[in-house]
């Protein structure tokens, strides 16, 4: 069992950059693959990327490439999410995962966070 928490949203403009943080509890933490999703109003929750157990792999989204950046520290049983040249359409809640059940994107994973809002003014 995993508790998961995310912080670090917030309102900027278009062009800068923030970090999410996906703060875990449990010892069982570092065992999970993890990913973040958004959801943007009146749109279904969508994948945007994904890190193995071990922060060995990684796999994104086509538009995120470039811009964003999964990465976990397992010591600290904590995830971010470094997104930067953030544009308008990146704005929605943002939730991270772990412990899919199913496809690395799918919304099939067995625990969820409470979500953070960001916002990117144009």
């Known amino acids: 069992q995993v508790q998961l928490v995310e912080s670090g949203g917030g309102l900027v403009q278009a062009g800068a950059s923030l970090r999410l943080s996906c703060a875990g509890s449990?010892?069982?933490?570092?065992?999970?693959?993890m990913g973040w999703f958004r959801q943007a109003p009146g749109k279904e929750r969508e994948f945007v990327a994904h890190?193995?157990?071990?922060?060995?792999?990684?796999y994104y989204t086509d538009s995120v490439k470039g811009r964003f950046t999964i990465s976990r520290d397992n010591a600290k049983n904590i995830m971010f999410l470094q997104m930067n040249s953030l544009k308008p359409e990146d704005t929605a809640v943002y939730y991270c995962?772990?412990?899919?059940?199913?496809?690395?994107?799918?919304?099939?994973?067995?625990?969820w966070g409470q979500g953070t809002q960001v916002t990117v003014s144009s």
């Open positions: 995962a772990a412990d899919p059940r199913s496809h690395i994107t799918t919304t099939l994973y067995n625990y």
């Open positions: 449990g010892r069982t933490f570092s065992t999970y693959p």
């Open positions: 890190i193995s157990w071990s922060g060995g792999s990684t």
